[in-house]
T-cell receptor
C-alpha cells in the first residue's frame, strides 16, 4: 500500500537558519503530495501541495518540489523564524478514484523547534 | 467563516465503555473524514462520509463506526473501548472529499483517554 517516510526528528534550529525536512513516498499511480503543519493545541493546516511531477508548492516562504524520479517531496525554507516551531507532516493522496475519497496517508511528523 | 468544530475536546472513559464524538464541518462542506492520531502509529485514516454515505474506510476493527447527518455533521462511535484506543481523534471537512481538488480543513481534535 501507499506510505510516506519522513526524516527522524526532532529538528532544532536557530532563527534564520536553513530548513530541510526530508520526505519520500511509496505509491502506485500518480499521487498528489502535501505538507501540513500542526501548531500546539490546534488541528492540522495545509501548508502547500503539488499535484503532479515537477510541480513546486510554496507558501509562507516554504517550498517543496514533487520529484517523481526520486519519489521525494522535501520541505525547505531559507530562513526560519521562532513562529515556525510546530510539527510538520508530509502526506499523499493516491488520486486513484474511490480509494482516495477523504483519505490522506501521513508520515510520522517532524517536530521543529526554532530558538531565537 | 467558522472552522471545523469538534466536541467534546477531552474525554475520559474506562475500558469496555463506548463513546461518541461529534464533528461539525465548515458550512457548505459535504465530506467529513476521521483520523486517529497516536504517538506510536501517527495519523491513520478511519473513514469518510459524503452526503450521509460512507465512501471510504481505513483498516480499523468494526468497533469503530460513524455516521453523517443531512446537515453534514458527523459522529463517530467507538464501542467496547480498549486502552489502545486512547488517542487524539481528528475530523476534517472538505467540499467534495478529493484532496487534489480542494483542501481538507481539520478540527482541533478530541482527546480520548481510556483508563
Amino acid at each position: 500500500g501507499n506510505s510516506v517516510t519522513q526524516m527522524e526528528g526532532p529538528v532544532t534550529l536557530s532563527e534564520e537558519a536553513f530548513l530541510t525536512i526530508n520526505c519520500t513516498y511509496t505509491a502506485t499511480g500518480y499521487p498528489s503530495l502535501f505538507w501540513y503543519v500542526q501548531y500546539p493545541g490546534e488541528g492540522l493546516q495545509l501548508l502547500l501541495k503539488a499535484t503532479k511531477a515537477d510541480d513546486k508548492g510554496s507558501n509562507k516562504g516554504f517550498e517543496a518540489t514533487y520529484r517523481k524520479e526520486t519519489t521525494s517531496f522535501h520541505l525547505e525554507k531559507g530562513s526560519v523564524q521562532v513562529s515556525d516551531s510546530a510539527v510538520y507532516f508530509c502526506a499523499l493522496s493516491d488520486g486513484a478514484g474511490g480509494t482516495s475519497y477523504g483519505k490522506l496517508t501521513f508520515g510520522q511528523g517532524t517536530i521543529l523547534t526554532v530558538h531565537p | 467563516k467558522a472552522g471545523v468544530t469538534q466536541t467534546p475536546r477531552y474525554l475520559i472513559k474506562t475500558r469496555g465503555q463506548q463513546v461518541t464524538l461529534s464533528c461539525s464541518p465548515i458550512s457548505g462542506h459535504r465530506s467529513v473524514s476521521w483520523y486517529q492520531q497516536t504517538p506510536g502509529q501517527g495519523l491513520q485514516f478511519l473513514f469518510e462520509y459524503f452526503s450521509e454515505t460512507q465512501r471510504n474506510k481505513g483498516n480499523f476493527p468494526g468497533r469503530f463506526s460513524g455516521r453523517q447527518f443531512s446537515n453534514s455533521r458527523s459522529e463517530m462511535n467507538v464501542s467496547t473501548l480498549e486502552l489502545g484506543d486512547s488517542a487524539l481523534y481528528l475530523c476534517a471537512s472538505s467540499v467534495i472529499g478529493l484532496a487534489e481538488y480542494n483542501e481538507q480543513f481539520f478540527g482541533p481534535g478530541t482527546r480520548l483517554t481510556v483508563l
